[in-house]
């Protein structure tokens, strides 16, 4: 059974003449455990797509279903709660709180969730031992390099222990050596068994994926290339 | 969970909104600054301005009170520094308005005393001879029970005695001044003695003072009272009417009225009654002080005005500014699951320590500004009013919370997606 779905997906932004088409009806299906990459040139509604599978862009028409309960059907504080328990976003620019430390910036979404002091120490810390960042709990994200912002973006996804990740272009800001890495991270999350959904330029992360799905113009194709990989 | 961490040599590090909105606060504190300084300073100013001015009411209050009466009849062409001065210059009114009065039913006046002051000269220094009537003579004289009902308090009068009516003992002349208690009891050759005129004289108990060839023995020296009955010499009303062959005339009549009566109807039926005399009330006697306290009272209204439009202004602004400047950190905690009343909250909680912030430290400068003004442009002592820290952080709470509701409610209503996918 897939743990994400979209049932006919469109998203139309702005109104009359001024029309844009977002989503032209997206069906998708995404399974437990499957890694799928969303590729396609730029505007083809790839970051539409994702943050519509967050619950955070509400589609024009059809459906979002998370395990199974259409995600735009529930009440806004249930759709929270189900973002803030079962999925972990990761964006391209990190997003991190810049006043913050690595530990701080882990212990947000443990906080929001109304998690104890003392077990938000206790999981930030130990997230972010496990992306080798233990040794930078007390860094504020301008006294780390931007792999390591990225690690602690990453430490921030799986502190609440997300079943699923939506990332957003991951790697689109890291030098080669960090693309590997934090390929290889999120191939490590996959293998555990989190599903993970991300949308890349880069063909070397796309290879990552255990599937690639192609966007142009608001729609999913079929691509050679994506079926190659 | 705790133990382990210490165990590890982790210091305990939590994070609550306080902690982001501390922090978050410590971050951009240049921008705070102007919110900052804008309701301080209003705060500060509006401090100084009350604190200044209760004192300054309750220095007028207290001249009030060392006056004790709080109507005065005096004769048409006299002034109220006549009256102070003894300067009436042969101005005077019949000492019959005492009867006029007791008889005219009026009520509300807790005590009368009529009083003929005359300056005399002693050891080539100036005194007021004052000629005053005792309490027995009130009682003695059957035309001025004619009123009845006259000196019966009305429900909520002063406490001062009143001549002819049933009292609760004797009063005590060391206890108070003359012009607040009428003297009970004081013979044809008796004179009581201001503290001052007491002084100079070289006068007590017992002494014989000589004025104008008539010997007074001294029946008692009255304490100190900071007022021009220092200074003055009381006789029986008629003795010095003889001395000085003035007839039954008298200077002025102090009259101790009913706050409450005055403000129905006494000094009405006074003026009435008494066509041909002037009655003054307190507030016309204590009018340049009643004007600078309102104008004070008028300037702290005008600041309140002004610290509501560019306090609020000032702290809407920055939040407004901050709100835009934190898009896309505010996109990613809704992201995260962050929820609008959390983040609420976060921008209320600020907003709340903004002002808890200014409104102590505001109090705290106006305290000390009013300390430091008070005895320069008021000649007044001024100490702190701990009441008002409790009217500033209010104002100064409400004021920051009500200039942040509409900036926190955008922050509460952005649309997460517009701001994640801004570049």
Redesign the interface.
């Given at each position: 059974m897939a743990i994400i779905a979209t049932q006919s997906l469109v998203k139309t932004y702005g109104r009359g003449k001024k029309e844009v088409s977002g989503l032209a009806g997206v069906d998708l299906a995404v399974d437990q455990g499957d890694y799928v990459a969303l590729v396609g040139p730029s505007g083809s509604g790839k970051?539409?797509l994702l943050?519509s599978l967050?619950g955070?862009?509400r589609p024009t028409s059809g459906k979002v279903i998370v395990d199974g309960t259409s995600i735009y059907d529930l009440k806004?504080?249930e759709r929270?709660?189900l973002?803030?328990?079962r999925i972990?976003?990761l964006?391209q620019?990190f997003?991190l709180?810049?006043?913050?430390t690595a530990?701080?910036n882990t212990?947000?979404?443990?906080?929001?969730?109304g998690r104890s002091?003392?077990?938000?120490?206790?999981i930030a810390?130990s997230t972010l031992e496990r992306v080798g960042l233990g040794d930078r709990?007390?860094h504020r994200p301008s006294e780390l390099s931007i792999g390591q912002q990225q690690r602690v973006a990453l430490a921030?996804t799986l502190a609440?222990s997300p079943s699923v990740i939506l990332a957003?272009e991951p790697t689109g800001n890291l030098d080669p050596a960090t693309v590997e890495s934090v390929a290889g991270m999120l191939r490590e999350l996959n293998d555990e068994g989190i599903t993970i959904v991300m949308v890349t330029h880069d063909p070397r992360m796309a290879a990552h994926a255990g599937r690639v799905e192609k966007l142009v113009d608001g729609k999913v194709v079929v691509d050679e290339l994506a079926l190659a990989v | 969970?705790?133990v382990?961490?210490r165990r590890?040599g982790?210091e305990?590090?939590?994070?609550?909104?306080l902690?982001?909105i501390l922090?978050?606060l410590?971050?951009?504190k240049s921008q705070l600054v102007t919110s900052f300084i804008a309701i301080t300073l209003g705060i500060t100013v509006i401090v100084g301005i009350r604190t200044v001015t209760f004192y300054s009411e309750k220095a007028v209050a207290r001249e009030l009170d060392n006056l004790g009466a709080n109507v005065l009849i005096l004769p048409k062409s006299a002034t109220v520094s006549d009256y102070y001065s003894a300067d009436f210059a042969n101005a005077e009114v019949p000492e019959s308005y005492v009867d006029t009065i007791t008889a005219s039913g009026l009520q509300g006046v807790d005590n009368l005393s009529p009083k003929l002051t005359m300056p005399v000269r002693l050891k080539d220094k100036r005194f007021i001879l004052t000629g005053i009537l005792p309490k027995s003579e009130f009682k003695s004289k059957p035309a001025w029970q004619v009123g009845g009902d006259i000196f019966t308090k009305p429900m909520g009068c002063g406490a001062v005695d009143v001549p002819g009516a049933k009292t609760s003992g004797d009063s005590d002349l060391d206890k108070a001044a003359v012009r607040k208690e009428v003297i009970k009891d004081l013979g044809p050759r008796e004179a009581v003695v201001g503290f001052d005129a007491a002084r100079l004289l070289a006068l007590k108990r017992g002494s014989t003072v000589s004025v104008k060839n008539t010997n007074f023995t001294v029946r008692k020296v009255l304490p100190q009272t900071g007022t021009v009955d220092d200074s003055r010499i009381f006789a029986h009303l008629h003795t010095v009417q003889t001395m000085y062959g003035k007839g039954r005339v008298l200077s002025a009549i102090e009259v101790v009225g009913c706050c409450k009566e005055i403000s129905k109807g006494l000094i009405t039926g006074l003026n009435k009654a008494l066509p041909d005399a002037r009655v003054v009330t307190v507030s016309q006697i204590a009018s340049t002080q009643l004007k600078t306290n309102n104008m004070m009272s008028q300037f702290s209204l005008v600041f309140l005005v002004i610290i509501v439009l560019v306090g609020g202004v000032s702290i809407a602004n920055y939040m407004f500014a901050n709100v835009q400047e934190r898009r896309?950190?505010i996109?990613?905690?809704?992201?995260?699951?962050?929820?609008?009343r959390?983040l609420l909250s976060i921008f209320y909680g600020k907003a709340l320590i903004l002002g808890i912030v200014g409104g102590a430290i505001g109090y705290g400068l106006g305290t000390i500004l009013a300390i430091w003004l008070g005895p320069r442009i008021a000649h007044i002592p001024v100490l702190p009013m701990p009441a008002l820290l409790g009217w500033a952080l209010g104002i100064s709470v409400a004021l920051s919370l009500l200039a942040t509701a509409i900036p926190a409610k955008n922050a509460a209503g952005l649309d997460?997606?517009a701001t994640?996918?801004e570049v």
């Open positions: 970051t539409t943050l967050g955070l862009i806004p504080a929270i709660e973002r803030r328990s972990g976003f964006f620019t997003n709180i810049p006043y913050l530990l701080e212990q947000v979404p443990l906080m929001i969730a002091c003392d077990e938000q120490q206790a810390q709990l007390h921030r609440n957003d | 969970m705790q382990t961490l590890k982790l305990r590090r939590t994070m609550r909104k902690d982001i922090k978050e410590c971050e951009r896309k950190e996109g990613t905690l809704i992201a995260i699951g962050m929820s609008p959390q997460p997606a994640l996918m």
